[in-house]
């Protein structure tokens, strides 16, 4: 089994079937409430086919932007079954679309309704879980992310001043070319966002081993000296993929930092996800995110990039910590909440003396047990 934390081995959630496990948001310490949704299983085999942990749809899917065409007992349409399909395909576990998009064209059977639905949801997935590709020229990783994306295939790498234009459907870099004067930030600009890449560089090479990080210019990026306010996002992605072993998981955390120059301060949100999968003779799957806010002093370059990375380390330290201890509660605490506290007859089984019962005594009187 794999384990969530990609920095160092820890001990994996305990073996569950038929359900699917989402904490909602973690405090720092307490175990997290969970909700449980059953799903179904899926059979154990040395990769699976489509895992898809999560409950199906209603067919067909209602909603504020699709309704049913016909009456009950009528085929859908294909508008509606590629919206269904999108669906399937957005909500696939980290690592897992195209397990599930080979389910769904074959559930389908209509190559022009998959392919629709693919070109639509490929790239939404690949943004919303900040999938990361290898850049042609093998100088790095290149994060597809809404903060560096020009158009639906070119995405900005800030690192390399680069844009790289994307294979959604293969998740492949096909080509690169240098970015344009106009699309990176001016000097003064790009000196506190490059001394921050390098300080954040080191953590995540140090705390994820496959991990990849960014640093994105979201505004005043064509300052050209003190006196004015920017912001900066931070995005790191890591995943750890194990099909083999049932199991696969992801970590993303996007930081925003404001740079206000009047009050010389730099404010510092952040919002941690963590997803993982476990399918072995059985299907659970954690979904949890939570928000940090923390902020420091606006100093150099590289005082402000050394400050802001260690407010980054402490605050997801802290948060795969909580995300540790709870484990460690769960099978004592959670999933004990889950079974009912007293039977139907409102009073504790006598397990201390169950000579109590009738059928008890009966079954020994009869197998002459005790004798």
Known sequence: MG?????QPSRPPPACSH???????????PSPPLRFIPTHSTSPSPIPSSPLPYPPPPLPLQGPE????????????????????????????????????????ALLGDDAVYEAAAAEAFPEYNKARLVYFELPDRSGDIIISTYG????????????????????????CTKLRPAEDEELPSAYIEEFRCALDVELSKYVVEAYP???????????????????????????SAAKRSPQNFCNGSWRSIWTME????????????????????????NVQLDTNIDRKDSTI??????????ITNIIRHHESEYLSSLEESYLNLSDATFKDLRRKLPVTRTLFPWHNTLAFSLTRDLAK??????
Not at 149 to 169: M, S
Not at 298 to 307: E, L, R
Request: hydrophobic share 35%; with cysteine; glycine share 8%.
């Open 66 to 105: 699709m309704s049913v065409e016909g009456g009950a007992g009528e085929p859908l349409s294909d508008r509606q079954k590629r919206e269904i399909a999108v669906w399937f395909l957005s909500n696939a576990p980290a690592g897992e679309i195209h397990y599930v998009a080979k389910d769904v064209r």
């Open 298 to 307: 606006m100093q150099s370059p590289d005082d402000c990039a050394v400050s």
């Open 19 to 29: 359900v699917t496990c989402r904490p909602s948001v973690l405090p720092s310490r």
């Open 210 to 236: 496959k991990g990849a990080c960014a640093i994105y210019c979201t505004s005043g990026k064509d300052i050209e000296g003190p006196g004015s306010d920017f912001s900066f996002t931070a995005v790191i």
């Open 259 to 282: 740079f206000n120059y009047e009050l010389q301060f730099v404010n510092i949100k952040g919002n941690i996800q963590v997803d993982a999968h476990y399918f072995e003779e059985g």
């Open 3 to 7: 384990t969530l934390d990609h920095r």
């Open 366 to 371: 009869e197998l002459a047990l005790g004798k």
């Open 149 to 172: 994306e020009i158009d639906k295939n070119n995405y900005l790498d800030p690192r390399t001043a680069q844009v790289a234009t994307i294979d959604h459907l293969k998740q492949t």
